[in-house]
């Protein structure tokens, strides 16, 4: 009985992570896009995931959802082996991956009901959901207009009410802030934090490092395919800024007024 109640206490004190990443890699040829990477979002975090052009942060995003095979490492979400049990581990998810087209000749109200329908949810509740989302998401007047003649902020946001209508417990968001406008943006953050809040998962990808360091409360920096630094926000900026420790740890920074001939005095 007390080896139970120990054993209790002690899940407890270690939930089941949101994300576990393990050994990941992914070749494009033969260059290494992802290498051998480890990675652990714990569950009810707010996680940024940051890093240069090319780092790996979109393919390693895109094996942990489910949309590319890895070549090899083990992902599990919520305890689901996402390769093994591939239908399960993405219903747990909710996904915005940045650059993949929508099927933009639906409307938007139709877009998102879809993304409800292929979830397995009734069409009753998916319409209610896809309502309220649009009108969360200032989209309400948009919904019977073709996806194809949204504005790129838009098209954000339809693409953030197709992650969200099934309700998932992991949201994983690449770049969801890019060509936003910042009335919209603080209206995402808020329905972001409150999602947390509730029990949710976030992870951001973004280059804004002020708005991670703002809204993330743990943050994982990653250059060439591998994790160089994972933990809290104040663990790994330490006492500087979140930008700092990220151009400390890349490397990279070039410094100098440059050539003469583009100083004009």
């Given at each position: 009985m007390t080896q139970n109640s120990s054993g209790s206490d002690e899940l407890a004190m270690h939930p089941i992570p949101a994300l576990s990443?393990?050994?990941?890699?992914?070749?494009?040829?033969?260059?290494?896009?992802?290498?051998?990477?480890?990675?652990?979002?714990?569950?009810?975090?707010?996680?940024?995931?940051?890093?240069?052009?090319?780092?790996?942060?979109?393919?390693?995003?895109?094996?942990?959802?489910?949309?590319?095979?890895?070549?090899?490492?083990?992902?599990?979400?919520?305890?689901?082996?996402?390769?093994?049990?591939?239908?399960?581990?993405?219903?747990?998810?909710?996904?915005?991956?940045?650059?993949?087209?929508?099927?933009?000749?639906l409307t938007g109200l139709q877009l998102v009901t879809y993304a409800g329908l292929l979830s397995?949810?009734?069409?009753?509740?998916?319409?209610?959901?896809?309502?309220?989302?649009?009108?969360?998401?200032?989209?309400?007047?948009?919904?019977?207009t073709l996806v194809?003649?949204?504005?790129?902020?838009?098209?954000?946001?339809?693409?953030?009410?197709?992650?969200?209508?099934?309700?998932?417990?992991?949201?994983?968001?690449?770049?969801?802030?890019?060509?936003v406008d910042p009335v919209s943006s603080a209206n995402i953050r808020d329905i972001l934090e409150g999602f947390v809040a509730s029990g949710g998962t976030v992870i951001v990808s973004s280059h804004a490092m002020d708005l991670v360091q703002r809204m993330c409360d743990h943050v994982a920096i990653i250059a060439q395919g591998r994790v160089l630094a994972a933990g809290t926000i104040d663990e790994i900026r330490g006492d500087s800024t979140l930008e700092d420790r990220f151009v400390e740890l890349v490397g990279g920074r070039r410094t100098g007024e440059g050539p003469a001939w583009l100083r004009l005095s």
């Open positions: 990443i393990r050994g990941l890699v992914k070749y494009f040829g033969d260059k290494p896009a992802v290498d051998n990477l480890d990675l652990t979002v714990p569950s009810g975090s707010f996680f940024g995931l940051v890093g240069p052009n090319g780092a790996g942060k979109t393919t390693t995003l895109s094996m942990a959802t489910g949309l590319l095979r890895p070549d090899a490492g083990q992902v599990s979400v919520h305890g689901v082996d996402v390769w093994s049990h591939l239908v399960e581990a993405k219903r747990l998810v909710g996904n915005l991956s940045d650059g993949v087209r929508l099927f933009d000749r397995g949810m009734t069409r009753e509740v998916v319409v209610e959901r896809a309502h309220d989302l649009l009108q969360l998401l200032d989209l309400e007047g948009a919904g019977g194809i003649d949204y504005s790129a902020g838009m098209i954000k946001k339809i693409a953030l009410a197709c992650a969200l209508v099934h309700a998932p417990k992991l949201l994983v968001l690449d770049e969801p802030f890019e060509s």
